[in-house]
């Protein structure tokens, strides 16, 4: 049903949820309760929400809350098939131009006014206006009209088929009469946000825990689980000392924690684990409007320099893949045939003297012109997997002379000083890998502007003629073609060294039932889970 994830003291856990709480009773095995309303689940975020308002916001944190407060008209099921949710249905010219979606009768906002096709009209209207700062705008923008001809209808005509039409349509709709003639940027729903979904809105403490409540009207039907929690500690080992006291319910482990520190007995009782290839991939991006990387033999010598076995060990624990691409290996885009970068420091020294990189001086690092093969990566603050990383590339590029710092920055200033405003040389990170392979807004070479995606600037022609050709082609196997070929271009010119797929590995309180493991994880069905009513810890 919904989606993937910085700083504060720790608070009592009486004080943070204001609510009575009791030990958990244990069922007998193979016992199977009734499902019951109430309780509440305290989930662990390493991050903080940035803005509350899905229009302005890029990060994990804030699309996890949002997941819970907004609907689309359409959303991906457990198969990552798409399905209806404020559409009860929808019709799709023959051209593959136009879609008329049919919205639900007597879905209302969280405030109680009702749902309308105006709602959807807006939000459009809002996400193409020029003088909104979004990095979403680009699919709706290929949309010719859009019209509202009756409160359940909403109509929308394409200039050209777009593969990705459809499920566009999955963003969060907006409320109209709560933001029509505001100031978007200014709107006192960016810390208190009002939607149709199935949780409200309650309280947000920054740095300290956001609070949500199950929406009783919601058109699914009320969720079992009456509380969400989410409490922000900006540490990973931290957070996992906070679930094995009884401080959180639910919270995505490291591999450490997954494979060497839950295997008791007692664990076992009181905590289910799962583990499934995350659907995110973790990179080295470069800033190429840096001289020193606008050389891809530079950038080709350093992915080969990186033993990314030796990462996925030494930090995964083995629990993960290889990335060749930004794509997941076994789904239909994924292109195994692309050039690969073998873990050869002979190639890498080679490289670098081809590109002119030489020790001249002999102090064991390689300069070109007096200036020194230098540079600084970033990466955020609380994530011991990317800290571990770039730890050990630092290792392995010192030893082919090349002189690598690293800065570990706090989450809210990592995006706003660094990040945004493209003030790095290098960079760890992660992407979400969506189901749709169009990856117009990471790659496209107009989406470099400020706040938008493709922040490390890269820029190619036939990468963004394959790009456009791509969303605008509607056969699978020959988009196939075209994304295998996009793959090529990215192995050959190596603006990111991309690293490795990790498997997700969450954890959550036993006394949580109807948890139902599918291609599109755990979350899609949070409002079905349920705590047997003798097992509940907070009743109020």
Known sequence: MHKFHISAM?????????????????????????????????????GDASNLLPVLASDSASSDIAGMVYNGLVRYDKNLQIEGDLAESWEISEDNLTITFHLRDGVTWHDGAPFTSEDVLFTYRLYIDPK????????????????????????????????????????????????????????????????????????????????????????????????MVYRIIPDLSTMFLELQSGGLDYMGLTPLQYDKQTDTPAFKRRYNKFRYAASSYTYMGYNLKRPMFQDKRIRQALAYALNKEEIIEGVLLGLGQVATGPYKPETWVYNPDVRRYPYSPEKAKALLSEAGWIDSDGNGFLDKDGEPLSFTIITNQGNDQRIKTAEIIQRRLREIGVDVNLRVVEWASFLKEFVNPGNFDAIILGWTIPPDPDAYNVWHSSKTGPQELNFINFKNEEVDELLEKGRRTLDQSERQKIYYRFQEILAEEQPYTFLYVPDALPVVAARFRGIDPAPNGIMYNFIKWYVPEKEQRFKR
């Open 10 to 46: 720790l608070i009592l856990l009486l004080g943070l949820i204001g609510c009575d709480r009791r030990e958990p009773v244990i069922p007998a095995e193979g016992a199977e309760a009734a499902p019951a309303y109430g309780d509440t689940i305290i989930m662990g975020s390493i």
């Open 132 to 227: 909104t700062p979004t990095a979403y705008a680009e699919r709706y923008r290929q949309v010719e009209s859009a019209e509202a001809p009756d409160p359940h209808t909403f109509r929308v005509t394409y200039r050209k088929p777009l593969a990705t039409a459809l499920i566009s349509w999955g963003m969060p709709v907006l409320p109209k009469h709560l933001l029509e003639g505001q100031e978007i940027t200014e709107s006192p729903l960016s810390r208190a946000p009002i939607g149709t979904g199935p949780y409200r809105f309650v309280e947000w403490k920054p740095g300290e825990k956001i609070v949500l409540e199950a929406n009783s009207d919601y058109y699914e039907g009320k969720p079992y689980i009456k509380r």
